[in-house]
């Protein structure tokens, strides 16, 4: 019997010894050769298993709003946890799930944003082997740049910066841009965490979110590929030199790239100083003007959505620098610098022709147009759809204006608190049902549509964070028209295409007299579509003016309509009418 037992005992204990071996390999093999992608992998699954178990087990029509709110405070906590732990790409996840933080409770917002913090830098010594095998056999740091900072002076997700200059130009000082060594190890791992959780969401919640991962995984893919942002740089600078006006070329710079130094995981461009517009209080001390300032941000990126159709995705604060334009050594003169092209868009001309008629149609007013759009681009409420974007001018009368506004407000009021003695859990589940509505409705969106809204409402963002200086939608217009005339003209002119005021541009072989006839039809739409813009600009000065008057007659300050502000209050009314409750105005900046 003892020998029985004793038998027993070292069958388990050599089990075990060979469990603890196997871990313990398996554990450093995975550190030194996946950069702990199958521990990361791991750590997610159960995280995410864990959420969901929570919010399955204790989300319960009976809980009151302070036990729901708990579950969402735990379950971001350990969201942005799990983000934090594995770093690399899952700090990207994070804050595109911090981006979308209107769709979801304010405890993912709050938790979620330190994410947009700078990540740590990886010291230099890790870095050399990404250079090695960037450039093929043993290449080394200091055989292309010299004066290479030991520390990086900007560390994002998947990067980090450093200054040097070049080895073969040693007067050319360079930003040169090395993806951490980890990353391209641990894409694959973090891809497929990403698809299992998606898909083990939309099962368990009924949330449909499967659509958007493969776009997510070619975007993140693309972002990877410095030579790809490389290119980005460059188209953009090129459709500047080629298409922009003498204003635009002199206001926007691009920096130069260096091909000699960039690769697939190294990116060397111009290192250019400025003042980030993450400072809008430095450049202000600076003296610099923020009407200045946004007229070229809101130019240049309207050009690129209606003019070139090649979109930055991500013109955030962070990536635009202020600078003294170099050429003008005459009057202080600013110049914008626009960094970090890893993330485009190509718009199709299909698209972008869509999306200038919509414009032009929302400016005259023409909303079965505009409705044909969006139903072309699969809104299941294309009324709504045209009704949030609309910018019909606003009717100019300020004492009707009060007393709308004051019996808006009275109703508003009403329905904030009759939506305060709802209950909680129904509260909760209609926020849900909000979700997975918006989510459904982007299912049939173009994906260009999704990236230019992204562009426009940071850009928007950015415009509100400066107190408004300019009219955005007017600039939005001005080339929204030129793109407009651009497109009509040369499909009018072409030898196989007329002109048709019921359905456009069609395929013909009709005469030179013809193809003229419709080339001046497409020159008076882009007049007509300039006449609404002129007419919204000369209501707005002119409600400018009424409160200046207003303000010296009666020594009260009198605020004057900002068409961004019209909108956004439209909007919210507009939505909150359609869906009867009421909804975060961040959704509006994104």
Sequence with gaps: MWRAVGKRRQTMMVWTGAVSTAAFVGYEYDRRFHASAVRRTLRTFRDVLMICADYKLNFREESGAERLNEIHGRAARRLLRCCQENGGLFIKFGQSIAVQSALLPPAFREELSVLYDNAPSVPVEQIEPVVARTFGGNARLDELFVDFSPTAVASASVA?????RLRS??????????????????????????????RAIER???IPIMWSVGEIERRLREELDFEREGNNSELAARDLASMGDGWLRRSIYIPRVFWQATGKEVLTTEWVDGTSLVHPKELLAEGWSSVDIMQRMVSLFAFQIFVTGNVHGDPHPGNILIRQNPGNTVWREPQLVVLDHGLYVRESREFRRQYTEFWRAAMLGDRRSMT???????????????????????????????????????EDEKEEGALSKEAAYDRQMELKGRAVAALRDSNGLPQE???????????????????????????LGHYAALGLRAMLADEAASSSRRYSRAHGVCPSRDSLASRLGAVLASQWSYLAFRLALAAVGVAMAANRLWCRVLALATGKPHTALELDSVLDDAMRRAIEKKLGYQIDTSLFIA
Excluded: Y
């Design 204 to 206: 368990v919640f009924e």
């Design 449 to 475: 549509l999704v990236f230019v809204t992204r562009n426009m409402n940071i850009v928007r963002a950015n415009n509100q964070s400066l107190g408004i200086p300019v009219d955005r939608v007017r600039i």
């Design 160 to 164: 980090q910066v450093h200054t040097a």
């Design 169 to 198: 130009d040693p007067t050319q000082r360079v930003a040169v841009k090395v993806q951490k060594p980890e990353i391209q190890l641990q894409i694959a791992w973090d891809l497929f965490a990403l698809r299992t959780c998606a």
């Design 372 to 410: 044909r759009v969006a139903r072309g681009w699969g809104m299941a409420d294309a009324d709504m759809f045209s009704t949030m974007v609309s910018l019909k001018p606003p009717k100019i009368g300020r004492g009707k204006r009060r007393r709308n506004d004051q019996k808006q407000e009275n």
